[in-house]
């Protein structure tokens, strides 16, 4: 059975992509998501999507700026990979599209029901703390 939340790790792929990058902490691997979300230039699906978000909550918790109940792997992780500060304008570039472009699944399917007041919430959120 999967598991689908609110938050950037409620979700199988986020919490699956994040415990990939646990067992081989690597900054490409946070850049390679980042850049796939924020260079898309047709339709960003939902996987890539979740990924990107992880990755920018990453850049978040670098920059010393978590949400406020931060989220311990994430705070050991973000310590773990030195250069994440460096990714913030493409964080924020690739929040931008996926929490507010109808080229991004994601989006589409929290606003396909009406009630997306906590995407929104979360979107602007995570894209304040990244600038």
Sequence with gaps: M????EGVLEN???ADWLGDLE???QLETVTIALGDAAGE???LDASAGCEALVAAELVAYALGRPPAE????????AADLP??????????QAVALIGGSEQ??????????????VWDALIADLGSRLS
């Design 104 to 117: 991004s699944e994601l989006f589409d399917l929290w606003h396909e029901d009406g009630d997306n007041d």
């Design 2 to 5: 999967g598991a689908w939340g």
């Design 83 to 92: 250069g994440l500060r460096e990714h913030a304008a493409l964080a924020a």
């Design 41 to 43: 230039d047709d339709y």
């Design 70 to 77: 931060p989220e311990e792997r994430l705070l050991a992780l």
């Design 23 to 25: 067992e081989q902490p």
């Design 12 to 14: 199988d792929t986020a």
